[in-house]
């Protein structure tokens, strides 16, 4: 099976932008979660979703949203870009009922 | 509230010595424990997981982890480090039942191989 897939891999936005990832879950993966990785907080959870729904969400502001597709294919955004916002992006998917997590390689989004 | 905290942030062995990452787990329901490892550039790759049943979990790479619910702690070992094994390493707790699938990760600990 093909493993969770991210695009693009590697954005450069400025201050006030707005950008969007997305994200393809291993086939029949329902769960997508995203998490933002940063030197100084390590990884930390943005939000979890699963058929189309958005079960879980983690301590970000409300500038960060996500949303997940009828294939599982999920997107997040991020609006009025700051600074603090460049980090590597990590997308993961997993099975219904199975809490183990698999990892795409994740999006570099560096903020000028 | 689920915390994990991961002893050492950097851990240096040399190459054929005895790798032990540390990692201890607060959670108030019975946890979900995984071992994840980055290399640079890359995502995170997952080494092993414990859910339920046998304590003592094999891995890939060579590595093992043994859970020990007295000591809240889920250390991960390699008998013999390779040049290959220099990465990050992540400890991650997930709660067991609900429909919470959220991971909460340790800091990391930088793993450095030396010939």
């Known amino acids: 099976k093909a493993g969770v897939t991210q695009t693009p891999r590697y954005l450069i936005k400025t201050r006030g932008q707005q950008v969007t990832l997305s994200c393809s879950p291993i086939?029949?993966?329902?769960?997508v979660s995203w998490y933002q990785q940063t030197p100084g907080q390590g990884l930390q959870f943005l939000f979890e979703y699963f058929s189309e729904t958005q079960r879980n969400k983690g301590n970000f502001p409300g500038r960060f949203s996500g949303r997940q597709f009828s294939n599982s294919r999920s997107e997040m955004n991020v609006s009025t870009l700051e600074l603090g916002d460049s980090a590597l992006y990590l997308c993961?998917?997993?099975?219904?009922?199975?809490?183990?997590?698999?990892f795409g390689p994740g999006t570099r989004l560096t903020v000028t | 509230a689920q915390s994990v905290t991961q002893l050492g942030s950097h851990v240096s062995v040399s190459e054929g010595a005895l790798v032990l990452l540390r990692c201890n787990y607060s959670?108030?329901?019975?946890?979900?424990l995984f071992w994840y490892v980055q290399y640079p550039n890359q995502g995170l790759q997952l080494l092993l997981k414990y859910t339920t049943g046998a304590t003592l979990v094999k891995g890939i790479n060579g590595f093992e982890a043994e859970f020990k619910k007295s000591e809240t702690s889920f250390h991960l070992t390699k008998p013999s480090a390779h040049m290959s094994d220099a990465a990050e390493y992540f400890c991650a707790v997930s709660y067991s039942g609900g429909s919470n699938y959220k991971l909460t990760f340790g800091k990391g600990t930088l793993l450095t191989v030396n010939p």
């Open positions: 993961a998917s997993s099975s219904r009922g199975f809490h183990e997590q698999y």
């Open positions: 959670s108030s329901v019975p946890p979900y």
């Open positions: 086939s029949g993966h329902r769960s």
